[in-house]
């Protein structure tokens, strides 16, 4: 109990918290779409910036179990052809970050979220007949992007899943690369956050700390989740959750 008075939440901000956290497991192991739902939820109850710091050190044990269930299945040869330029925008949108207030940080968000919307339905369309891009302007736009806005707000989950789905990964080849690309760009911010913006806290270490047992149920019951999904649903169910954020944030 004497932990639970270090927050000044209410019950009901509390059960959106462990919401919230169930939801980082599930999206990290099953459905990677539901991590756009979480953004607008903490970022509710704690802010813009601080909802980053609170965010990130619940992913980064959401990605745990994701890299260890879905290690074999990586493609790193994608992998390596984004992160140089990921860690880029990671820099990027950590001097930003310092610039912006809260009602920028969730403009940010919903535009960004919507031009993914317009994009995923777009090659959703066009199908077998789309033509990725195959130079290397493509590779350093979105990894800069998913490094800016992975940065900003925890948000590259649509960028980075346009790119795996433009390419035709199927679902565990996706899982395992998007598991592995985001640990690593997880880890790779956690010292920014600490350091250079310092909203990762002994404090918010700890309620992340408390999230753990809402975040290993998520996890596993997303593991149960994929492995029921046909192809089509799972990129129907990206695509529906990436709208329903895109809506939330740009009405809220």
């Given at each position: 109990m004497h932990i639970?008075?270090?927050f000044d939440l209410t019950t009901l901000q509390w059960f959106w918290v462990v919401f919230a956290a169930f939801l980082v497991g599930l999206s990290k192991t099953g459905i990677s779409g539901l991590t756009m739902l979480i953004i607008p939820i903490i970022a509710t109850i704690f802010g813009g910036k601080e909802s980053t710091g609170i965010l990130l050190p619940m992913l980064l044990m959401g990605d745990v179990f994701a890299v260890s269930y879905y290690k074999k299945h990586a493609d790193w040869g994608k992998i390596r052809k984004l992160l140089p330029w990921a860690i880029v925008g990671i820099l990027l949108g950590g001097i930003v970050?310092?610039?912006?207030?809260?009602?920028?940080?969730k403009s940010f968000i919903a535009t960004s979220v919507l031009i993914c919307v317009v994009i995923l339905i777009y090659t959703e369309k066009k199908g077998d007949k789309l033509n990725v891009p195959k130079g290397v302007w493509f590779n350093i736009l979105i990894g800069v992007a998913s490094g800016f806005t992975s940065m900003i707000g925890n948000a590259a989950g649509p960028v980075f899943s346009i790119y795996l789905l433009t390419i035709g990964l199927k679902k565990n080849n996706y899982m395992g690369t998007a598991s592995?690309?985001?640990f690593i760009i997880n880890l790779t911010k956690l010292p920014l956050?600490?350091?250079?913006?310092?909203?990762?806290?002994?404090k918010t270490t700890?309620?992340?700390?408390?999230m753990i047992p809402a975040i290993t149920l998520?996890?596993?019951?997303?593991?149960k989740v994929v492995k029921r999904l046909n192809e089509k649903l799972f990129r129907y169910i990206i695509i529906a959750m990436t709208a329903l954020v895109a809506i939330k944030l740009g009405i809220g």
């Open positions: 639970i008075n270090l970050g310092n610039y912006i207030n809260d009602k920028q940080f592995w690309f985001f956050q600490i350091f250079f913006w310092n909203n990762i806290t002994a700890i309620l992340s700390c408390m998520g996890a596993f019951l997303g593991i």
